[in-house]
């Protein structure tokens, strides 16, 4: 298994991720997304758990980082645990109420809907027009 995590690691590493003409992850982004993980990877997995788009992904990063599997299973349990608990209890809490609760995720999902789209928006600005020292 290493050596698969290894292989992927060095073929993701040699190139850049390319749509069409456009590079959306260059080498350098690779290896600055890699480092940070492997600093802060046993947070970024406990708390990604609990983030929608994140949660199905964030194996991906952990695996490439060579992460320990038994410390991966520990943050990622417990990061699941909470998250399911969460949403169990508002279930519990607001199921008799429904209409109530569709109010509440309409809203949250606006809010996140919002916070996704200016987090987009801040990168491709500092991807793409980042002013460059002359």
Known sequence: MPLVVKS????????SIVTGDT?????KDLEKALNWFERYGHRIVFWGRMIPAVRSLIS???GMSQMP???F???SSLGTIIWTT????IGFYFGENQELMFTIM??????????TLC??????YRKFYKIKPR
Do not use: N
């Not at 590079?23 to 080498?27: A, E, V, W």
């Not at 969460?86 to 209890?89: I, N, P, T, V």
């Not at 309409?106 to 916070?115: D, K, Q, T």
């Open 86 to 89: 969460f949403l169990a209890c």
């Open 60 to 62: 991906i990063p952990a």
């Open 69 to 71: 599997f038994s410390k």
């Open 119 to 124: 987090f987009c928006a801040w990168w491709l």
């Open 106 to 115: 309409h809203r949250v999902g606006y809010i996140i809907l919002a916070i």
């Open 8 to 15: 992927q690691k060095k073929h993701c590493l040699d190139g």
């Open 23 to 27: 590079y959306l992850f260059t080498q």
């Open 73 to 75: 299973m520990l943050y």
